[in-house]
T-cell receptor
Framework: EAGVAQSPRYKIIEKRQSVAFWCNPISGHATLYWYQQILGQGPKLLIQFQNNGVVDDSQLPKDRFSAERLKGVDSTLKIQPAKLEDSAVYLC???????????FGPGTRLTVT | AQKITQTQPGMFVQEKEAVTLDCTYDTSDPSYGLFWYKQPSSGEMIFLIYQGSYDQQNATEGRYSLNFQKARKSANLVISASQLGDSAMYFCAMRGPDDYKLSFGAGTTVTVRA
């Protein structure tokens, strides 16, 4: 069974530029999560989708971050415009239903200069 | 609000020895779940073990065991017979009863020496 796929693995941009990350969850998993992991810290949930609906985006900085999960499968997370403090690893995870164990992808390491 | 505390930023362990990673948590909910994840340098979070708050026995998964002390609100991870491949960052996480969100601790870096 294929795991959670993410791309790109690495991205370097200048502040005020835009960037997008892509995630393809494990086939059949209804729930998809985006986490932000700043160096030296544990991951922090940004947004959770149940199928194609948003369950929780309370910690998503909505003035610059957006995410969508069209058709309830893959998802895109966008930052526009990026700030220096957005430098982090962005992890995507999926689970069969809320409350189950979450399976993580390899992450996208973003560096904003 | 849920809070996870991992007080050991880094630990060294000799190959084939056991190591205990500390985790304490704070919640007012009687029902919750505790997780441990491993994050190697490649960046992927790997699920290791799960303990439910109502589970009577401590969870075990191969070389991993969870020392669950509910009254003390601690959920320490024990890795037995350490291997070089165990060198990684380890995170403790908690989920509440109606809360799908995982709250993570700051992590502990484990380095296994040959």
């Amino acid at each position: 069974e294929a795991g959670v796929a993410q791309s790109p693995r690495y991205k370097i941009i200048e502040k005020r530029q835009s960037v997008a990350f892509w995630c393809n969850p494990i086939s059949g998993h209804a729930t998809l999560y985006w986490y932000q992991q700043i160096l030296g810290q544990g991951p922090k949930l940004l947004i959770q989708f149940q199928n194609n609906g948003v369950v929780d985006d309370s910690q998503l900085p909505k003035d610059r971050f957006s995410a969508e999960r069209l058709k309830g499968v893959d998802s895109t997370l966008k930052i526009q415009p990026a700030k220096l403090e957005d430098s982090a690893v962005y992890l995507c995870a999926s689970s069969p239903w809320t409350g189950n164990e979450q399976y993580f992808g390899p992450g996208t390491r973003l560096t904003v200069t | 609000a849920q809070k996870i505390t991992q007080t050991q930023p880094g630990m060294f362990v000799q190959e084939k020895e056991a190591v205990t990673l500390d985790c304490t948590y704070d919640t007012s909910d009687p029902s919750y779940g505790l997780f441990w994840y491993k994050q190697p340098s490649s960046g992927e979070m790997i699920f290791l073990i799960y303990q439910g708050s109502y589970d009577q026995q401590n969870a075990t998964e191969g070389r991993y065991s969870l020392n669950f002390q509910k009254a003390r609100k601690s959920a320490n991870l024990v890795i037995s017979a350490s291997q070089l491949g165990d060198s990684a960052m380890y995170f403790c996480a908690m989920r509440g009863p109606d809360d799908y969100k995982l709250s993570f601790g700051a992590g502990t870096t484990v380095t296994v020496r040959a």
